[in-house]
């Protein structure tokens, strides 16, 4: 079973920049991050694969940078330009397997939350 802890989250002005990080007790083959805005369904961010491939929705393209520390089992998320419309409860999660697949080759699919089986239990972002 895998546990994720996320930090790194807080009140920020719109413009500003945050970087989240989740601690993960294993590697797995997809992590990710999701938002959830209150009453609405978790959507996807950005995700990154056991190679290091990245998928990032339009939710935040262009503001956000995903990446991990693959040694330590660290992922992160960089955020800048934030809005008050980025006030979210972000979570990291992960899968053991992609469910995007071409080919060989599974990806891992931000825009799927229900395919991840471990989440964290979220850090809470307040742009204002």
């Known amino acids: 079973h895998v546990q994720l802890v996320e930090s790194g989250g807080g009140s920020v002005q719109a413009g500003g920049s945050l970087r989240l990080s989740c601690a993960g007790t294993?590697?797995?083959?997809?992590m990710g991050w999701f938002r959830q805005f209150p009453r609405k369904e978790r959507e996807g961010v950005a995700t990154?694969?056991?190679?290091?491939?990245?998928t990032y929705t339009d939710s935040m393209k262009g503001r956000v940078t995903i990446s991990k520390d693959f040694a330590k089992n660290i992922l992160y998320l960089n955020m800048s330009s934030l809005k008050p419309g980025d006030t979210a409860m972000y979570y990291c999660?992960?899968?053991?397997?992609?469910?995007?697949?071409?080919?060989?080759?599974?990806?891992?699919?931000?825009?799927?939350?229900?395919?991840?089986?471990?989440w964290g239990q979220g850090t809470q972002v307040t742009v204002s």
């Open positions: 990154i694969d056991i190679y290091g491939r990245t």
């Open positions: 999660a992960a899968n053991g397997q992609g469910t995007l697949c071409s080919g060989d080759y599974c990806g891992c699919d931000p825009n799927a939350p229900e395919n991840y089986d471990f």
């Open positions: 294993e590697a797995t083959h997809c």
